[in-house]
């Protein structure tokens, strides 16, 4: 099949999060099942050191946005270590700047573009995509573009659309005194009347509206989002589509993350070698300046520092526990100041047991992954997290708060021969928090004899889940065709 995947977002060119690994991973594993994948992203400027040689495809190309003609080029890179092309959108005035995403006033024009651009490069090549994928609020017009502003054209006659919802929290609302740079305001009666009343737009809701098909990222989530407590607005319309909302839940890229195959690791390890999982460990304290003690776990915390982290739950309730315990926290990540603040208190409270990393490194990830004995996960939601899978991949037993994709990976290890892999907590409070980490800590013991074989037990089972992209692949080619038909 033709498929044009557009995202915002494609690891290791432009990453913010999930989003980022799973526009990546997932052309490269349908292109491994025989699709003709086009991947298309923007050139932001953050991206060009990592992009290396551009292959111009387009050198000019224009649309018309509002009463401006927006002009750009095409070029192309292959992913690091193969010859699968990747197409970048070239536009200096809208993408040379110091992020991804921005509170420029313009943030509705970039991601329009995006969108056009990779739409009128299909018209430039005379390519007709059988399925056009977009992804989350910044590409979710493209539905709406092909049904109505581009219904004209022959060469998308037999397209159809999916869109895959990464987090519904975001949605791309702007005022409705956007609506001419969009492209759309011809066809504006095609629109949600309502909304444009009010002085609003919102992208993600026209992408809902309009898709042929809506894919989200685990099933828990898809069951989630059609609810008032986590549909954010969008749950009435979300119902509305009935059978055409998916959950499939995100695979990881095991080129990428594999204790056995792992680059970044100081000592590769797999299944039962705990001697090199424990090297790994050693490794993480000494970096970070933190003592080395056998028998204290260390706790891992990879994470964007946001509200729908769930790290509230944490306050007070981690000084409680590492003044109780002997056990080691390491937390790598930035975001918002609360957050940021707290975990600086805390490093600063427990000099000896605690590290707090205010950046996000690539290397330190993996290494904490490897190195730690549990991962902490206490989100309010979670469309699918990909943490806790590279947690249960590396042997490390996640903690997690039962939502979204975390429920459909993670199960409670409820004592010996259980097939559980980590610890679940129900409900989002402070003492089921505090019970969690108590049970994992209970689980781990003394750390000798009969205790550890029961905490062995538990990284086994999580080391054995597979979460390769293949089978997930398989869903969303399976989606394509029952569209097609």
């Known amino acids: 099949m033709r498929i044009l995947f557009v995202s915002a977002e494609v690891a290791p060119f432009a990453k913010t999060g999930g989003l980022g690994d799973v526009s990546s991973a997932l052309p490269k594993a349908l292109r491994a099942l025989g699709q003709d994948v086009r991947l298309f992203l923007?050139?932001?400027?953050?991206?060009?050191?990592?992009?290396?040689?551009?292959?111009?495809?387009?050198?000019?190309?224009?649309?018309?946005?509002?009463?401006r003609r927006i002009r750009f080029a095409i070029a192309s890179a292959p992913f690091p270590g193969t010859d699968i092309p990747v197409y970048?959108?070239?536009?200096?005035?809208?993408?040379?700047?110091?992020?991804?995403?921005?509170?420029?006033?313009?943030?509705?024009l970039r991601f329009t573009l995006l969108s056009w651009a990779a739409l009128k490069t299909c018209q430039a090549w005379g390519w007709p995509p059988e399925i056009v994928h977009a992804n989350d609020w910044q590409t979710a017009l493209m539905p709406l573009m092909l049904k109505t502003a581009l219904a004209w054209d022959r060469l998308f006659a037999r397209t159809k659309s999916v869109l895959t919802i990464h987090n519904i929290g975001y949605q791309g609302g702007f005022s409705s005194?956007?609506?001419?740079?969009?492209?759309l305001a011809d066809v504006a009666h095609h629109l949600h009347q309502d909304l444009l009343r009010d002085g609003r737009l919102n992208f993600m809701l026209h992408g809902v509206l309009y898709a042929d098909a809506i894919t989200t990222v685990s099933p828990t989530y898809?069951?989630?989002?059609?609810?008032?407590?986590?549909?954010?607005?969008?749950?009435?319309?979300?119902?509305?589509?009935?059978?055409?909302?998916?959950?499939?839940?995100?695979?990881?890229?095991?080129?990428?993350?594999?204790?056995?195959?792992?680059?970044?690791?100081?000592?590769?390890?797999?299944?039962?070698?705990?001697?090199?999982?424990?090297?790994?460990?050693r490794a993480l304290l000494s970096s970070l300046g933190l003592p080395y003690h056998p028998r204290a776990p260390v706790i891992g915390i990879v994470s964007r520092l946001a509200y729908q982290k769930g790290?509230?739950?944490?306050?007070?309730?981690?000084?409680?526990?590492?003044?109780?315990?002997?056990?080691?926290?390491?937390?790598?990540g930035t975001g918002e100041d609360r957050y940021e603040h707290m975990f600086a208190r805390l490093a600063a409270q427990f000099p000896h047991k605690v590290r707090f990393v205010r950046a996000f490194s690539e290397p330190v990830a993996h290494l904490i992954e490897a190195g730690s004995d549990m991962f902490l996960m206490p989100s309010r939601y979670e469309p699918c997290g990909l943490n806790q899978m590279y947690s249960l991949r590396y042997g490390s037993v996640p903690i997690v708060h039962k939502t979204g994709g975390l429920a459909d990976t993670v199960s409670l290890y409820s004592g010996r021969g259980s097939d559980g892999n980590g610890v679940v907590f129900d409900h989002f409070e402070p003492r089921a928090l505090r019970w969690a980490l108590e049970y994992a800590l209970e689980l781990w013991g003394s750390g000798a004899g009969a205790d550890r074989e029961r905490f062995r037990e538990i990284q086994l089972n999580g080391m054995r889940a597979q979460f390769g992209w293949p089978t997930q692949a398989q869903e969303y080619v399976d989606v394509y065709r029952a569209l097609l038909r």
């Open 42 to 67: 923007p050139l932001y400027d953050k991206a060009r050191e990592k992009v290396g040689r551009l292959t111009p495809v387009f050198r000019e190309l224009s649309v018309e946005l509002g009463h």
């Open 88 to 108: 970048f959108v070239v536009c200096p005035e809208l993408y040379d700047r110091p992020s991804i995403y921005t509170t420029d006033p313009d943030e509705h």
């Open 222 to 281: 898809a069951r989630e989002i059609q609810t008032p407590e986590h549909g954010v607005g969008m749950d009435p319309f979300l119902r509305s589509r009935g059978g055409s909302v998916l959950g499939i839940l995100n695979g990881i890229d095991e080129d990428e993350w594999s204790p056995e195959r792992d680059r970044l690791l100081p000592q590769r390890y797999g299944m039962g070698d705990w001697g090199g999982k424990e090297a790994n460990k």
């Open 177 to 183: 005194n956007v609506l001419p740079d969009t492209g």
């Open 311 to 332: 790290f509230d739950l944490l306050d007070g309730v981690m000084a409680a526990v590492l003044g109780r315990h002997d056990v080691q926290l390491v937390v790598l």
